[in-house]
């Protein structure tokens, strides 16, 4: 071996090892931000441990310097303590907790001990020391970058040369890389035990009624001028006057991963960027990131060639550097995106110069949407981008993502140009945030003013320049210094006083412009409407049957609500299906009409399901054979691949009577023939003209001749498997499957080209009142099993296919395969949520019920296909069905009621409008409470409100108080707001406000409470308060 | 036992709409079935505490709903997650036919360090229903090709083979927690220089 390939074998190994360094570093640092903590024994603490070990390890000189103990890191570490504080600490915690463990000969951290379980502090251990010890302690401790430092800055007394550690580049991006997880705070995170012993819902809100008495009323609160302050504001600039190469060292490294300076928000490599000032004349790829730092939003792109590093000779990286993009957010005052389907999009951002950066071109995949929604995202809480990313005028042409990019505007159909404008209500308040830093910094580490004012001085707000001190101050004595600090006190409480003014004042015009379309200008009185519609305001309201007054009806629901017993009458109206102004005649036209309309649209969908059900017994039918075929040729025992054989032979009946494993199929089996027989008899009857009756009886001698056949061959092959079990089952299993997917195929064609000849006897019935179900059940069983027989036959490769008729039919039409899968599969669904829905409710006990649901659903599906079936249909269709008991009824209001709801279901874009909306609200009506779900793991995408605005809070109630909530819902449209729902999770919110604080709960929390909470909340008080948070934004409005 | 530390098991089910999700979780944690419960929106979760190899855990199991739609929130709960479980029921073809998808759909969402040896565990669930259409050795045989996964069949109407399926679930769950421990032990005390050119990738850890 050259020494050449020595080196470089040398060199790959430990780019290995730093790679593996960075690879787990990376995912403690996303754990930090993904998961609400990082545990102590998470897996990827012991393997970044494990990893800075591998790098430790290399090249130790253990020989040279006596360490013989088994893990020589640990006895490395010992030996550094006396010229190293850090290593001095965490020294002697190991031996403390080795003293502790009796087991412990010597200290070995890195023998095989599988189970880390790490106590914090010098509770005795119960189980054995976890591995790499002293690593993990130092890690928790925050002292590992440092120990590194140390070793890397001594590492010729107890390092090879060729060693890791002993290495310029390598031993800088150790330490660096480390900075990240030990500015992590493993103590502060949330303790499991707290939260496994927290208190059920009802439980926190009796303590709650226990401790206060009443709640703390919601109220507009004013912008709290909160600044989130920087943790650890310098700690890190001792590291300032490293060689230039370790200062790119470093910075690269931390646009990897996010440390205690900052966070990162998005990244993405293989970004093409053309550098300015470059001769190049093709972008190049890089690695794009946005980093939220204490002063900022901060854009970074860096090229691919400093990305994957340290191979190219210094000059050429050099250049990079000068490539390499580094743009602060506040800087930036409008962004242009420029999507085309070719590429994955363009964004340009333009300075508040004017002046434009480069071009950023995304690969594909949607990175540019997600790097905008980052950028959105960590604009919160000052800051926005206008127009907002999810804006309510979104339009529907972008419904293919999932959470679409709304255009500027709906119209601009064409154009995919969208330029927003980034919105700082308080790039104010970061001044101010700066010169807090300033002050901390001068009071305790007057060494770092400069460092501090640098960054500072970048700051483009216009009234930065009477705070610009650092043009005075570097070479100033100490006095100076306390003299501008004292200065820029002074301006510090001016100016605040100022900013919080202006701040109010642009507070106002957000809420102004961005929640003005939230409710309804004109304010309607609620002066003796709070009991609502009762049956003798009724009587006043409808004269002869004609309701005109409109505008009272909807006050008065929506401040009173509707009376039980009207409720079926006067739905209908704040649905839209009865118009105000019409006459008792006019509407029982409307119902005649309607009812005819519903069930001829349900003769139409009834004979598709027809074809859908015996699609689905051939499916069965299908499974079934095969799973007695690979039983057939299954593993298991001989005994049992007999009578598994034997349940392949259909015919014949005996076999019923057999126990054993494989009942179940059995006797599936062996049903079904006879079934089929009856019901083919009756089909024929019933539905064939003449001849149809001979040729049924051919087919059904062909499938039994057939089925000998099968007989025989199965006989056979039964034969062969006990013969010769091992070398056989192999070849048989593919005979099998290769004839059902000739049974398969066949069957496709057969159903393509299913015709209908004319319309069914059966549906004429229809119109009569209720044999509709016991009749088509009929249609169905026979039409099932003859096509069962079909198959059957078709399975063993008859010839006589073109004989089977369809059964199913209606207008005369051919239907396309693709309308029969889509139907059955809503079909499918349909039936699994009616099974599912509110069956504890007195309503939905009854089957007859049931079936109305499922008709009404049904026929909605068929009308609209387009949309489908959803999750929650059900339910919004249920409280309908109750109040009205009428199929057709209610299928009308449920049409109407679903131009609104099916904007919230998947394909629409309602839902994320919502949670956009609620984060304005939240923000401006109670911050507190936002700042909340910000800090706890920010659950500000609302998600847990994701049932309510679904079903318009079905499931958070129970059937009355629905009933009262819908219409109130209904009616807030012409009264106060269209987005009413909106007041009403805020009205949720606010209810358990002090709850939700005082306990400081995260998202699992919240959704733990609200689930728990469903269907005990006392309505009344919530629609009150969701009518007066209406009011209070009215007002906030109105007032300008 | 009280000095013991706790740890947390977020595990998530999924699949098909109707296959017994809801009702598995329920019949494990709180030990009984009910034909009353609803279709599920969005998502919930339960807790329950057990003892696994000596060691109290507690197990956040996670419940979604079933229709793929509602899948774009998927992230926000997937995340984090030790073990999924994927179910199916062994009466209808078409949920065993979508586990692969649940199966891709939960790697992409919730984007574990390592997809390969992400722990799963698949559920045949309702036995007790008949007739059967998949049988246990073609289940097997998926979890087979997908890295042998565990199999369990079950009926959360019955409660036949819950409680032994979510036991290892944890099982599964808490071995991902710790599995990473293992994987240093590769790297040699001293440089081989043999064995590190071929295992050595260029891997650019920022790639996202
Ligand atoms: N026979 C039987 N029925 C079950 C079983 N598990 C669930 N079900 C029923 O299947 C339906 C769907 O169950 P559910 O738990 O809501 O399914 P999910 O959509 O996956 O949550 C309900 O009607 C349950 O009663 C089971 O093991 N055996
Ligand atoms: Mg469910």
Redesign the pocket.
């Known amino acids: 071996m050259s020494l050449g390939k020595m080196s470089q074998n040398e060199k790959d190994f430990k780019e290995r090892l730093i790679t593996t360094v960075k690879k787990e570093v990376k995912q403690v640092m996303e754990e930090s931000v993904t998961r609400k903590f990082v545990h102590e024994e998470s897996g990827s603490v012991t393997s970044l441990c494990g990893a800075v070990e591998a790098c430790l390890s290399q090249g130790l000189r253990r020989r040279a310097l006596g360490l013989f103990k088994t893990s020589s890191t640990t006895a490395l570490l010992h030996k550094i303590a006396k010229h190293s504080p850090e290593a001095a600490i965490i020294s002697k915690k190991v031996e403390e907790l080795e003293n502790l463990d009796p087991n412990r000969r010597s200290s070995s951290s890195s023998d095989s001990v599988t189970k880390p379980t790490l106590k914090k502090s010098a509770s005795v251990p119960a189980n054995p020391l976890p591995k790499y010890l002293w690593i993990r302690l130092a890690l928790f401790e925050k002292q590992l970058a440092k120990i590194i430092d140390f070793l890397v800055s001594n590492a010729t007394k107890y390092y090879d040369k060729d060693a890791l550690v002993a290495d310029a580049e390598y031993g800088t991006i150790l330490s660096s890389l480390l900075m990240g997880p030990c500015a992590l705070d493993y103590t502060r995170m949330k303790n499991h035990d707290h939260f496994w012993t927290d208190p059920p819902a009802d439980e926190l809100v009796q303590r709650h009624r226990i401790s206060s008495g009443h709640s703390t009323p919601p109220s507009v609160r004013r912008p709290i001028l909160n600044f989130r302050r920087s943790l650890n504001t310098s700690s890190e600039d001792s590291h300032t006057n490293r060689s230039s190469t370790q200062q790119i060292a470093k910075d690269y490294v931390e646009t990897l991963h996010q440390n205690s300076k900052a966070t990162l928000l998005f990244g993405k490599n293989n970004v093409l960027v053309l550098p300015v000032n470059s001769d190049l004349s093709k972008p190049i790829p890089g690695y794009l990131s946005l980093h939220q730092m204490p002063q900022g939003l901060a854009i970074k792109w860096t090229p691919n060639q400093l990305m994957n590093g340290f191979v190219d000779d210094s000059q050429d990286k050099s250049i990079f550097w000068e490539y390499a993009l580094n743009v602060r957010l506040d800087d930036i005052v409008y962004v242009h995106c420029h999507q085309d389907s070719e590429t994955g999009g363009t964004v340009i951002l333009v300075g508040q110069d004017g002046v434009q950066r480069p071009p950023i071109h995304f690969p594909k995949g949607g990175h540019m949407l997600a790097f905008l929604s980052c950028i959105e995202t960590g604009l919160l809480p000052h800051g926005r981008l206008d127009p907002p990313l999810w804006s309510q005028r979104s339009g529907k042409n972008h419904t293919k993502r999932r959470r679409p990019l709304p255009a500027l505007t709906e119209t601009e159909e064409t154009s995919k140009d969208y330029v927003f404008r980034i919105i700082d209500n308080t790039c104010n308040h970061k001044d101010i945030l700066k010169r807090n830093e300033l002050m901390d910094t001068h009071a305790s580490l007057p060494t770092k003013v400069r460092v501090q004012l640098g960054s500072t001085s970048t700051s483009s707000d216009s009234s930065t320049k009477s705070f610009s001190l650092d043009q005075n101050i570097p070479d100033s004595p100490p006095s100076v210094v306390v003299q501008a600090v004292c200065d820029s006190m002074k301006r510090q409480i001016i100016s605040r006083a100022f900013y919080g003014w202006l701040a109010y004042c642009r507070h106002l015009s957000t809420v102004r412009t961005h929640l003005s379309g939230l409710v309804n200008t004109k304010i309607v009185n609620g002066v003796g409407a709070s009991d609502g519609i009762t049956l003798e305001k009724w009587s006043e309201l409808c004269l002869n049957g004609v309701v005109s007054d409109y505008a009272e009806v909807y006050r008065l629901t929506y401040f009173g609500g509707i009376t039980e017993a009207l409720r079926h009458e006067i739905w209908p109206y704040l649905l839209g299906h009865y118009k105000f102004g019409s006459t008792l005649e006019q509407r029982n036209e409307l119902s005649d009409e309607t009812r005819q309309a519903y069930e001829n649209t349900m003769s139409e969908w009834l004979a598709v399901e027809a074809i859908v059900k015996q699609r689905d017994k051939e499916n069965q039918a299908h499974a079934i054979a095969k799973l007695s075929s690979e039983s057939m040729s299954g593993e298991q025992v001989p005994p049992q691949i007999h009578e598994e054989l034997c349940n392949e032979v259909f015919e014949d009946d005996s076999i019923t009577d057999n126990e054993g494993d494989s009942l179940e199929e059995k006797e599936t089996s062996a049903k079904r023939p006879k079934h089929t027989k009856q019901n083919t008899i009756k089909y024929v009857d019933d539905e064939e003209d003449s001849g149809g009756e001979q040729q049924a009886e051919e087919r059904e001698k062909q499938a039994n001749e057939e089925n000998d056949g099968k007989n025989v061959q199965n006989e056979g092959a039964l034969k062969n498997t006990e013969n010769d079990l091992t070398t056989d089952k192999e070849d048989l299993e593919v005979a099998k499957e290769d004839s059902y997917i000739n049974v398969n195929e066949e069957l496709k064609d057969f159903i393509h080209n299913v015709i209908v000849i004319n319309a069914s006897v059966d549906i004429c019935s229809l119109s009569n009142d209720n044999p509709r179900m016991t009749n088509l059940d009929a249609v169905t069983e026979e039409n099932n099993s003859s096509l069962d027989t079909c198959i059957e036959t078709h399975g063993l490769a008859s010839p006589a296919r073109s004989n089977c008729v369809s059964p199913a039919s209606s207008n005369g039409g051919v239907y396309s395969q693709e309308l029969l899968e889509t139907f059955g599969l809503n079909l499918h669904r349909i039936e699994?949520d009616v099974?599912?829905c509110d069956r504890n409710y007195w309503y939905f006990m009854e089957k007859e019920n049931l079936d109305k649901l499922r008709n009404v659903m049904c026929t909605y599906v068929w009308e609209h296909l387009d949309i489908g079936y959803m999750q929650g249909m059900c339910d919004l269709v249920a409280p309908l069905l109750v109040i009205f008991n009428d199929e057709s009824l209610t299928y009308a209001c449920f049409c109407h009621l679903m131009e609104r709801m099916v904007e919230n279901f998947p394909n629409g874009n309602a839902m994320d409008c919502h949670f956009a909306n609620m984060r304005s609200l939240i923000q401006i009506l109670d911050s507190e409470m936002y700042e909340l779900m910000h800090a706890h793991g920010d659950y500000t995408h609302f998600y847990f409100c994701y049932r309510w605005f679904l079903l318009d809070f079905k499931r958070e109630l129970m059937y009355p108080d629905v009933n009262a909530t819908w219409e109130v819902i209904w009616a807030a449209q012409q009264v106060a707001s269209s987005h009413f729902v909106l007041f009403l999770a805020l009205a949720l919110l606010e209810t358990y406000r002090d709850i939700i604080l005082s306990n400081g709960m995260d998202f699992t929390d919240i959704i733990k409470f609200f689930n728990e909470m469903a269907e005990r909340h006392n309505v009344q008080s919530v629609l009150k308060l969701a009518r007066e948070l209406v009011l209070q934004l009215q007002i906030l409005i109105e007032n300008k | 036992m009280a000095s013991r530390k706790k740890t947390l098991l977020k595990v998530i089910i999924l699949?098909d709409?109707?296959?017994?999700?809801?009702?598995?979780m329920n019949q494990y944690v709180n030990r009984k079935f009910s034909?009353q419960?609803k279709?599920?929106i969005g998502a919930d979760f339960l807790t329950k505490e057990l003892t696994v190899d000596d060691r109290t855990v507690t197990m956040q199991i996670w419940?979604t709903a079933?229709q793929e739609r509602f899948q774009s929130l998927g992230v926000a709960f997937y995340r984090g997650a030790d073990c999924c479980v994927l179910?199916f029921d062994v009466t209808a073809p078409n949920t065993f036919k979508s586990l692969d998808s649940w199966r891709d759909e939960f790697l992409i969402q919730a984007s574990p360090r390592e997809p390969e040896n992400f722990p799963f565990v698949l559920l045949g669930?309702?036995v007790?229903?008949e007739p059967r259409a998949i049988s246990a050795k073609r289940a097997q045989q998926w979890c087979q090709s997908k890295n042998n996964i565990p199999y369990f069949e079950?009926?959360?109407?019955?409660g036949l083979n819950v409680e032994q399926a979510f036991l290892a679930i944890a099982k599964n769950a808490l071995a991902q927690q710790n599995s990473t421990v293992d994987l240093y032990n590769e790297f040699p005390d001293q440089i081989k220089l043999t064995n590190t050119q071929k295992t050595s990738n260029n891997g650019d850890s920022c790639a996202c």
């Open positions: 699994k099974q599912r | 699949g709409s109707s296959v017994g999700k809801t009702s598995l034909n419960y279709a599920t419940d079933g179910v669930n309702k007790d229903l079950t009926s959360a109407k019955e």
